[in-house]
């Protein structure tokens, strides 16, 4: 069981209020660095912290870090997915560092951020059916907020040769590939 995995030591702000159980400290925010990230199925994804006084703090929920102070984005606005299971691997895949990117939210709305990492789900029932997995990749959106979005709510930004223009009539893939099973 993985549960808790490394993560690319990233600077980041923790807003109070999660500092206080929400009952105040709302507006203010705590210079942390990430160090971790934590999965709990049903849960969204989570990040353990250390806080700049040398408080360490587990469970973070990820709309409760920012990149820089902002207003807060609604949990539902965070993250599409809530984490699969207890097992997956942390990756800052090279290709996408430093990548311009925008996400599509629950609202419709488009957001522009900034590539941090990608969690990926393993051994989990959804993790093995090809139109159900979904990455996590962790962004820093440019108001600040950061948030966690599958694949087909990204378009990345590389003006070097991406021209983004998906194809809105693509589809999920359902198949399984294997020479050897069904």
Known sequence: MTLLGETPYTKCFVRNEFLFDEKRGHGEFTP???F???AEPARVPMFQVMLDSGAQWARVPIHMICSKPCAPLPIEQSCWWDSYGYDFTVVALPFLKGHAVTALGRDGQIRKGNYLFTVDWMKTGW??????HKNHHVLALESGAWIAYPNNRLVWQDPSWITPSPNKEWQTP???YSVEGK
């Open 36 to 38: 971790a990230f934590r």
């Open 174 to 176: 359902t198949r399984i």
């Open 32 to 34: 942390a660095v990430v």
């Open 127 to 132: 993790s093995e059916v090809p139109d159900q």
